[in-house]
């Protein structure tokens, strides 16, 4: 079975294994410019993860990126986070989204990734996105007794108290 | 010997932390234990600026991002606006941004090299390399007017043409720089004291480079072979031919034999594009008030720290709704507690230096 899933040269395969493996888990896929890109359930991500680590060959977490989705219809999370998967040789990049309501918190991928510690770091301390199971979530460029989130759509341009 | 553990703080303030940053060092006696740097004294809030600026306005902020290689970071960003809008980049304009991305790679490892060698002590070493890369700075200032936080490329192509004679000034450059390069190696490559500080310290294997996320110069010394150039191409890279230097051990000596054989592959490729320039225009026609339909892209390009990445969000504004960067120094800097532990508390400034950081695109 590890075999099977590694030797898949395509995206396509992926995919495949992922909605075959963690059914309920992938609420969407979509290859978009060339890439796949997968939509997950927050609870299933740790899982999905380590699947995809282990069996599938995607050896780097290259980036993760949080979007606030503040005033946008339709959404059901506040916040989407965007994992970068890779795999190399081979040059293979996936894309996972899920999406994250204010104050409810992800499962940490530190555990499979290690390079994901700072990453999540950063989006605690910008957007406030809570990761369970992650050693250590400090902020990371912000004092620590700043009170607020940066990068979130309704963090007052000016200052707290109008740039006075 | 009595055990005595301590922490000991290195750092906002220190000449070779290569900017502000902090490092929180438990170390027993000498031996190092563990290193926790310390950001964000240099953050300013970038990624928060950008979403209030044009497309077209971003370019310019991204200079001071990796500030020793400005270009690179404007060609990353535009990269990847043009794979979210759709631009196409004209032929002549892809080869002139790859002159000038290599050109920087060049500069950008110069400095490494002078400023790696000064941290170590070899203090000579500085003055060759900051010769060489003067002539480089030089074609950017009479490409574009500026030396440091330079401004190339533009969306859609390149600020200006590449003419007849800057072309022959770098050409002459390219002839110099190897000279200046075979200094350096004799004054360090069999050095005693530099390889006594270099090698077999601050090593890192593959798979544990790989699992910290490092990319890069620092990520091949280990020996793993990945290089956007060659392994995602982008801007025409697959028209040259090239080679990735690749280290054995993982040392803080590896980092340095690539980067160096780096700058001799960055010479390559320059004159094979200068040879090849195909005609036509140096930049596309891009609206001055772009605005792009809602989705997002994400782009990645081989910078001289590691693979430099963008994801931009649009909105159907002409403002970006999010602009993230991976920053490749951010990541690599995450290894630097696995690559210090275990070696003597003279070896952090060795160690931190081989990783070649750029706090401007760490605190962004």
Redesign the interface.
């Known amino acids: 079975m590890p075999e099977d899933a590694a030797d898949r040269t395509g995206l396509d395969g992926i995919l495949e294994a992922l909605t075959g493996r963690f059914p309920g888990a992938v609420l969407a896929g979509a290859f978009?410019?060339n890439?796949l890109s997968v939509r997950l359930a927050k609870e299933s991500l740790a899982s999905v993860l380590r699947f995809l680590k282990d069996e599938a060959g995607f050896?780097?977490?290259?980036?993760i990126?949080?979007?606030?989705n503040l005033g946008a219809a339709g959404g059901d999370g506040r916040f989407t986070v965007?994992y970068?998967l890779c795999r190399?040789?081979g040059?293979l990049?996936l894309?996972l989204a899920a999406d994250v309501a204010e104050g409810a918190s992800l499962p940490s991928a530190v555990p499979v990734?290690?390079?994901a510690?700072?990453?999540a770091r950063e989006a605690f301390d910008?957007f406030g996105v809570l990761f369970d199971g992650h050693p250590d979530l400090r902020?990371?460029?912000?004092?620590d007794d700043f009170e607020g989130h940066?990068?979130r759509k309704d963090?007052p341009?000016a200052g707290r108290n109008g740039g006075a | 010997m009595e055990l005595r553990e301590y922490d000991l703080n290195m750092g906002p303030q220190h000449p070779s932390t290569h900017g502000v940053l902090r490092l929180k060092l438990a170390v027993d006696n000498e031996v190092v234990l563990g290193v926790e740097p310390v950001?964000?004294y240099l953050?300013r809030?970038m990624?928060?600026l950008w979403e209030?600026l044009t497309y077209h306005q971003v370019v310019p902020l991204t200079d001071r991002l990796d500030y020793l290689a400005s270009l690179s970071n404007n060609l990353g960003y535009c990269l990847t606006v043009e794979?979210l809008a759709g631009i196409e980049v004209p032929g002549r304009a892809r080869y002139i941004r790859v002159v000038l991305a290599e050109l920087q790679r060049l500069a950008s490892h110069l400095a490494w090299v002078g400023f790696m060698a000064n941290d170590i002590g070899a203090m000579s070493v500085l003055l060759y390399a900051f010769e060489a890369r003067e002539d480089v700075l030089d074609i950017f200032e009479e490409y574009c007017g500026a030396r440091l936080t330079l401004h190339g490329i533009r969306i859609g192509g390149a600020v200006r043409d590449l003419d007849a004679p800057l072309v022959a000034r770098i050409r002459a450059v390219l002839g110099k720089v190897p000279d200046r390069l075979d200094d350096v190696r004799a004054l360090l490559d069999e050095n005693r004291i530099w390889k006594e500080r270099t090698v077999g310290v601050g090593r890192l294997s593959g798979a544990d480079a790989?699992?910290?996320?490092l990319t890069g110069p620092a990520l091949r010394a280990s020996g793993v072979?990945?290089d956007m150039r060659k392994?995602?191409p982008y801007s025409s890279y697959d028209d040259f031919d090239f080679e990735v230097p690749l280290g054995a051990n993982g040392d803080v000596y590896d980092r340095y034999l690539v980067r160096l054989g780096e700058i001799g592959q960055s010479i390559r490729i320059v004159r094979q594009a200068l040879d090849g320039l195909p005609d036509g225009e140096f930049a596309a026609k891009v609206p001055r008030v772009l605005k792009i339909a809602p989705g997002?892209?994400?782009h990645?390009i081989e910078a001289p720290k590691g693979?430099l990445?963008f994801?931009v969000?649009s909105n159907g504004t002409d403002k970006p709704?999010?602009v993230?960067m991976?920053s490749p120094s951010?990541?690599n800097?995450?290894a630097l507690d696995a690559m210090c532990r275990g070696y003597m508390f003279s070896d952090v400034i060795g160690i931190l230096g081989s990783l070649d950081i750029v706090l401007g695109e760490i605190?962004?």
């Open positions: 978009e410019r890439e050896n780097a977490l290259e980036d990126a949080v979007f606030d965007v970068r190399f040789p040059a990049r894309r990734y290690r390079s510690d700072w990453a910008m902020r990371i460029y912000m004092p940066p990068l963090f341009l | 950001l964000g953050h809030g990624e928060k209030s794979k790989v699992a910290h996320g072979p990945w392994d995602i997002e892209a994400f990645t693979v990445g994801t969000r709704e999010r993230k991976r951010f990541i800097l995450q605190d962004k």
